[in-house]
């Protein structure tokens, strides 16, 4: 196996792997990505709910977000969740006719 390594990579795929992700359409790997992220978001809740048994559902969505946005991205998303909503333009909303 070779190793493609190079500033810009973060991981390398092996060969083999992409050459059958290769075979697949655009759709089957997306679905693949979708189901990993799925796989992902459940191995996180159980982990949360063994450490955790006292917490809801919603604590344990809560952290299964805070750990797969990361710290920053769920302060943000957090602190506009609990501020009221600003109202929407006609453009904004996507409203063609203004009503």
């Known amino acids: 196996m070779k190793w493609r390594l ?3 990579q973060i991981e390398v795929v ?3 792997v992409a050459a059958i992700l290769r075979t697949k359409t655009p759709a089957e790997r997306l679905a693949m990505a979708f189901a990993a992220n799925e796989t992902a978001r459940a191995l996180i809740a159980g982990r949360l709910r ?3 048994p006292d917490w809801t559902d919603a604590q344990v969505k809560a952290g299964v977000a805070r750990r797969m946005m990361g710290e920053a991205m769920y ?3 957090a602190a506009k969740a609990t501020s009221p909503p ?3 333009s ?3 909303r996507g409203d063609q006719f203004g009503m």
């Open 14 to 16: 092996d060969e083999a």
């Open 90 to 92: 006609a453009a904004e």
């Open 75 to 77: 302060a943000l998303i």
């Open 86 to 88: 600003s109202p929407l």
């Open 50 to 52: 063994t450490d955790h």
């Open 6 to 8: 190079d500033d810009g």
